[in-house]
């Protein structure tokens, strides 16, 4: 007797696109991270021990604001005012600076280091379900790594150098990416169109939150810290 052949299986449908509203929402979250970054890096290069390496990080800090610019510019393309779309997300940026403000050189760069890749992870996880030319924008700004590319060399020199600025350093790292991940979640549950981004491609939050934790150990190992 033959086999009845198995019916085929039906494709699942693709993940519907964004909305616009959801996209300027994703991208003024990711405008604000970038001007705030730009200001933070000029304020703490004041923090340097010599002129050399506060000019290699207001260098640096020179990256974000054109990283800002190149967002800025993708909203107003969508019809989006920059500022109003930067707004919502004001406070959250603010709580976390008011909790996670280094008190040296070396905690600034953690900060840069460690502290800006969690939003970054965050970021290029989200950006995959967008159309090309957002994606491409974000994929961009995500591409910028001079200030994350000095901070991880002065931070392996100073462990390096001294082992026992280690344990305060992996201490401050942990309490960055623990306040940076809070802040993330507070952010993303609070606002339904980014949670729709998140969920498009059938991810779910709290998956997220672990792939960036696990992202921060491995970033955390890289440059002679502890988890």
């Known amino acids: 007797m033959s086999e009845t052949p198995e019916p085929a299986s039906t494709p699942s449908p693709a993940p519907e696109a964004p909305s ?5 929402e994703l991208l003024g979250l990711l405008a604000l991270g970038e001007l705030l970054a730009f200001e933070r890096m000029v304020f703490d290069a004041r923090l340097a021990p010599d002129l050399g390496r506060r ?6 800090a020179v990256g974000e604001i054109r990283n800002y610019r190149l967002i800025a510019d993708r909203l107003t393309a969508l019809g989006a005012d920059p500022a109003a779309a930067m ?16 008190r040296d050189w ?3 760069l953690v900060k840069v280091y460690l502290g800006d890749a969690v939003a970054d992870d965050f970021f290029r996880a989200v950006s995959s379900g967008l159309d090309d030319a957002d994606r491409e924008v974000i ?13 991880a060399e002065e931070i392996r020199a100073a462990v390096e150098a001294d082992e026992s600025v280690t344990g305060r350093l992996s201490l401050w790292a942990r309490r960055l990416v623990g306040e940076g991940i809070n802040r993330a979640q507070g952010v993303a549950a609070a606002n339904e169109r980014l949670t729709g981004i998140i969920v498009g491609d059938g991810g779910t939050l709290d998956a997220l939150m672990r792939r960036l934790t696990r992202a921060h150990q491995d970033r955390m190992k890289s440059v002679g810290l502890n988890n």
């Open 20 to 24: 616009r509203e959801a996209v300027v």
């Open 55 to 60: 000019a290699a990080l207001s260098e640096a």
């Open 87 to 102: 707004a919502p997300f004001r406070e959250a940026f603010r709580s976390f600076d008011a909790s996670t403000s280094p």
């Open 106 to 108: 070396l905690e600034a």
């Open 139 to 151: 994929e961009t700004v995500l591409a910028e790594s001079g200030a994350a590319d000095l901070a």
